[in-house]
């Protein structure tokens, strides 16, 4: 028995160690950071209280991250769920070359988010402007990226571009654990494909619903490589996100500080918004 | 076991040759002091990291013709993208690279006065740069200490198509009414005026330092730390004429990049451009045939007044916590060497910092007349603090054209900024 435990503390405490090392204390390090005004290089800095925490609160540019990123993020993740459920349904069908198609749509997971977002900004910069003008619309023809308002939409439709190819995996698997029985029965019974997939499959998929939807969620609210790629955060800040917000802040205008003291906030956003997203979906779960 | 012995016993030994050669072939007096604390025939590697992509070439051959001269020094040029942030990440976590070539930005200015950089005021090599620039670093930086060495300077106003205003019967406007006259009658014939490339924010800052300079001049920026002024009641001109611009250009100018700008430009899409003297190789690149020229950006009617916006462009500067500050300094005097500044100001069509060296390339005509005069002023961004974010507030403001709301921002966003220090 004793040596048994021995092995099992051999495999944890070094994977913790890294895990502190590498996660925690950078973590703790930062809020600590966020109670003084360092500047990210200089020797010398001093402790400034909550000061950095209430200039955050007093911050447009902070709540104007915040607004692009949640309704990003809440429209990516329906969008990703219900078209990765579709072409998972489709790709679990007695289809010919299911597993070519399967490749197909699992590619742009491979792809680098921001090789795949220097693609799309030549796209719609050269390319979908040229069609727009043939069909002869006005708003199309222009790069919806220059446009304040709409260019969040442009970053969507990148997003979920690439973002269906994992959760359509997800589904996939989900989908075969579907016991084949199941759907005999009820073609005795004479339900139609609309009543199986209501009353069989997608409850049968509950659990791989909920991990796909905070999933999506999660990588939503941390977007960044895609403004990188696609605008910079622009036109103006239009596109800010909350995460490329404190890194220009924090290292472009040398406010690490501050932007640590964001960041702390952010942190205990995500935390909020994932246990009760856990909550409310395994909630649904259970009362299968 | 033996069998895994044997090789690496003779691998050991080969090195142990290998190594041998090598300090038998650096063997004189300057080298042994310098590589002190190294093995030795160990090759001293510099890291010299510089931020504007289109001299990476350029400093390639520079490089390449160091190492070759200096067999005991490898010089590496890194060039990241967005090259200035990740000096900021890597001075965070006392990284410097050895040697550092930057423009005389913020960033220069805020990782200076953290100390990170030698200070050279006292060393002869400060003698060979102009005065002038010398003094415009230390006016940047507010400190008597000179942390680094001006190598190239720039110049900012309008390029223009030499063939297209033939074509028109334009000459060259020296007063903003005229400009606009010009830009006018582009218009009124069909053509571009200006190819605008304000989905980058950064382009923004071309027009706005020429007029925001050239109207209120740089001391500006040290008033309104002082608080004896604000932007709302002094940029009125500014923002107007900026919004002006944005009437003559393309169509589409919020959706096309500065890559986009410098090869339409380069196909006679528009008869200026709105850059500075750094865009003129990649123009060149995509069209090797066009006919360029340069003016003065003609903010005011006064033409006397519209200064030529120039600013040191690279200078050159060691880490303070380098460890081979010998070979370091080596390289920069290298790299100051006439002969090697001449190299690099015909590639990259930049003015030289250094004395004795002259830019004659006869695109710059239009602007030869204010280098010698001296009508030279400073870019204005240089003094805005970073975390402002100036480029994007213009970039929201021109597609939101709301004058009196883009200069209550500047005046809040400046207050912010200063407030969380």
């Known amino acids: 028995m004793a040596k048994r435990r021995v092995a099992f503390y051999l495999m944890t405490i070094p994977a913790l160690l890294l895990f502190f090392a590498f996660h925690t204390f950078p973590a703790l390090q930062g809020i600590y950071y966020s109670f003084t005004n360092w500047d990210g290089f200089s020797d010398s800095f001093d402790y400034v209280g909550f000061k950095n925490f209430i200039n955050i609160f ?15 993020a809440i429209l990516t993740t329906i969008l990703i769920n219900i078209i990765s459920l579709l072409i998972a349904l489709g790709l679990n069908a007695k289809i010919k070359a299911k597993n070519f198609f399967r490749g197909v749509y699992f590619l742009p997971n491979i792809l680098s988010v921001l090789i795949v977002g220097f ?39 990148v997003a979920v571009w690439q973002g ?104 205990i956003v995500i935390v909020v918004i994932s246990a009760l997203q856990l909550k409310f979906l395994q909630k649904r779960e259970m009362d299968l | 076991m033996k069998k895994t012995i044997k090789p690496v016993m003779v691998s050991l030994l080969a090195m142990s040759v290998l190594s041998a050669c090598g300090s038998n072939s650096g063997n004189n007096a300057a080298d042994n002091t310098s590589s002190g604390g190294n093995s030795s025939g160990d090759k001293v590697k510099i890291e010299f990291f510089q931020n504007k992509t289109e001299a990476k070439a350029t400093f390639d051959k ?26 900021k990440t890597r001075a965070a976590k006392k990284d410097i690279p050895d040697v550092v070539g930057i423009g005389a930005t913020d960033t220069y200015k805020t990782l200076s006065g953290s100390g990170l950089f030698e200070d050279f005021s006292s060393d002869p090599l400060a003698e060979s740069i102009q005065p002038a620039y010398v003094q415009m670093l230390k006016d940047l930086t507010g400190s008597s200490e000179l942390n680094g060495l001006p190598f190239s300077s720039n110049a900012s106003g309008v390029i223009y198509n030499k063939a297209m205003f033939t074509e028109a019967g334009v000459t060259v406007p020296t007063t903003w009414d005229e400009f ?62 900026l919004l002006k611009l944005t009437e003559f250009g393309q169509k589409d100018i919020f959706g096309k990049g500065y890559n986009d700008g410098n090869t339409a430009f380069a196909k006679g899409e528009s008869a200026m451009y709105l ?9 060149v690149k995509a069209n090797p045939s066009i006919e360029l020229g340069v003016f003065p950006f003609p903010a005011t009617n006064d033409a006397a007044n519209n200064k030529v916006i120039s600013g040191v462009d690279t200078l050159l500067t060691i880490s303070k916590s380098t460890k081979h500050k010998e070979e370091a300094k080596k ?17 990259q069509k930049a003015f030289p910092a250094v004395q004795g060296v002259t830019q004659d390339d006869p695109t710059m005509d239009g602007f030869k007349a204010a280098f010698t005069s001296g009508n030279l002023a400073d870019f204005a961004d240089h003094y805005i603090p970073s975390a402002m974010k100036v480029d994007t507030i213009n970039q929201a403001f021109l597609q939101k054209k709301d004058v009196d709301a883009y200069l209550k921002q500047l005046d809040k966003e400046w207050d912010k900024v200063a407030d969380r220090k």
């Open chain 2, 275 to 283: 850059q500075g003297v750094w865009a003129i190789p990649e123009i």
């Open chain 2, 331 to 347: 390289f920069v005097e290298f790299l100051l060497q006439p002969e090697n500044v001449s190299l690099y100001i015909n590639e």
């Open chain 1, 119 to 157: 693609i799309f900004n030549y796209l719609f910069a050269n390319v979908f402007p040229i069609w727009g003008e043939k069909l002869g619309s006005e708003f199309l023809s222009q790069n919806i990226l220059g446009n304040s308002d709409w260019a969040w939409i442009g970053i969507v439709i």
């Open chain 1, 58 to 72: 007093q911050d447009e540019n902070v709540l104007n991250s915040y607004v692009f990123t949640f309704k990003y």
């Open chain 2, 62 to 87: 520079l490089v390449a013709k160091f190492n070759e001269a200096n067999p005991n020094i490898v010089v590496t040029q890194v060039n990241p993208p967005d090259a200035e942030t990740v000096l």
């Open chain 2, 180 to 241: 606009i006259a010009v830009a006018q009658k582009f218009k009124d014939s069909g053509k571009n005026a200006f190819y605008l490339t304000l989905k980058d924010s950064w382009t923004t800052l071309t027009p706005f330092n020429s007029l925001s300079t050239i109207i209120k001049g740089n001391d500006f920026f040290k008033q309104r730390t002082e608080g004896t002024v604000t932007f709302a009641d002094s940029f009125n001109e500014i923002a107007e004429k």
């Open chain 1, 164 to 267: 269906i190819a994992y959760n359509t995996i997800l589904y996939l698997a989900g989908l075969q654990t579907i016991p084949q029985d199941l759907y005999e029965a009820s073609n005795l019974d004479g339900a139609s494909r609309w009543r199986e997939f209501w009353s069989i499959t997608f409850p049968m998929l509950a659990s791989f619903f909920t991990i796909n939807m905070v999933l999506a969620m999660k990588g939503g609210l941390m977007v960044f490589d895609q403004i990188v790629a696609l605008t910079g955060g622009g036109p103006g800040r239009s596109t800010q996100s909350i995460a490329h917000l404190i890194y220009t802040g924090g290292f472009q205008g040398g406010e690490f500080a501050y932007q640590s003291a964001n960041a702390v906030i952010y942190f």
